[in-house]
């Protein structure tokens, strides 16, 4: 028997997320998920009068081919990925994962060879632009763990969170989408930050479950050379299967002058990866009232309500400043006053304190006039 949480999140990303009709090709992508929610998933997209194509995949044969492909397994793999992913409409990504640290031992240089060489022609350059997609986690004990939460509990917050009312969160959105897209200069000020920067004439985007389950977030991105100064985040992140702690960032002109961590050498290979790694690609607001606490899982993290998260790398084209790199690291900054509050200032108007939004015009983002 399945699950009924399976039926409502599978109707949520085929019909909401993608917005599946007749004739359309979905590549459903589902790694580490349970059959029988692949299946939902399958029979959910005929339903809808699409055609599924489905592929099964595991991190740990991943991890394999991290280690040992050679140039030419690579380019196989990445000839076959963009045929097919160049034939579908659309993409479902459901990423599961028993060991959320299963790639930390793949060395940074061959990470990076298959960022360049597989990932970014099939999804930065395809999937991305050309596909109506939506990529999330599936949960696990692994995440149950990291958040703290039984495995019972875990798993009740996540279908919860993951089928919110996502209709309602996008209108309430759009007022701040209006006032960022007049907005020229932001303030973010908190304990160990004080950074400034521009995002005139870069569009808002309203991120309400069409991208990423789950969602909550408006994002533009800051004019490339315009940020000064210094940001600390206090969320705990995962990048390349390494976890890093009080991630510390300073800027000059836009570029990342000096950073620290908890893991100070991995964190400068990141940054040396490309001369846009070191410039940033997304300045984004995250809005989820039901999700109040980190996780190790940037999917849940960056949408904490609350919070801003900075992106040193690739910015996307729906908010592009010119910035292109082959990394995209989303850095998560809570705001609440358990965590020391903070100000968000735009064009010198404090908008958000401590986490609430205080112009009345956003209240409505506020997280009991969400849940």
């Avoid at 986690?137 to 969170?161: C, G, H, I, K, N």
């Avoid at 001369?275 to 606490?293: C, D, M, Q, S």
Wanted: with cysteine.
């Amino acid at each position: 028997m399945i699950d009924p949480r399976y039926e409502a999140l599978a109707k949520v990303l085929i019909e909401h997320s993608c917005a599946l009709g007749p004739g359309d090709k979905v590549l459903i992508d589902a790694i580490d998920v349970p059959t029988e929610f692949a299946t939902t998933l399958m029979r959910t997209a005929v339903a809808a009068g699409a055609h599924p194509v489905v592929q099964v995949k595991n991190q740990r044969i991943h991890r394999q081919l991290l280690h040992h492909a050679s140039e030419e397994q690579l380019g196989i793999v990445r000839a076959a990925e963009i045929a097919l992913m160049s034939r579908v409409d659309a993409y479902v990504g459901v990423r599961g994962n028993d060991n959320v640290s299963e790639l930390s031992d793949v060395p940074p240089d061959k990470m990076r060879r298959y960022e360049e060489q597989v990932w970014k022609p099939v999804h930065m350059d395809i999937r991305v632009p050309k596909t109506r997609w939506v990529v999330l986690r599936w949960p696990s004990p692994s995440m149950a763990q990291l958040a703290e939460m039984s495995t019972e509990a875990f798993e009740d917050f996540y279908f919860r969170v993951c089928t919110m009312d996502y209709a309602h969160l996008h209108e309430a959105m759009q007022p701040l989408k209006e006032l960022m897209e007049r907005t020229d200069r932001v303030r973010l000020v908190s304990q160990g930050t004080d950074l400034s920067f521009s995002i005139t004439g870069i569009p808002a985007i309203c991120c309400s479950g069409q991208r990423n389950i789950p969602d909550g977030e408006v994002f533009t991105a800051p004019v490339r050379d315009s940020v000064e100064g210094t940001i600390q985040f206090n969320t705990p992140t995962i990048y390349q299967g390494v976890t890093h702690n009080d991630v510390r960032l300073t800027f000059r002109d836009g570029r990342v002058v000096d950073s620290t961590s908890s893991e100070p050498e991995h964190l400068r290979s990141v940054l040396d990866t490309d001369e846009g790694a070191r410039y940033v690609g997304e300045f984004a607001i995250g809005l989820n009232p039901h999700v109040t606490k980190p996780m190790k899982d940037i999917l849940f993290d960056e949408k904490i309500g609350g919070s801003i998260h900075f992106t040193p790398g690739a910015a996307y084209d729906e908010a592009f400043n010119g910035n292109r790199s082959q990394i995209h690291w989303d850095l998560v900054l809570r705001m609440d006053p358990a965590q020391g509050g903070g100000e968000v200032y735009f064009d010198d108007t404090l908008v958000r304190k401590d986490g609430r939004f205080v112009l009345p015009a956003l209240e409505p983002l506020n997280p009991e006039n969400l849940a």
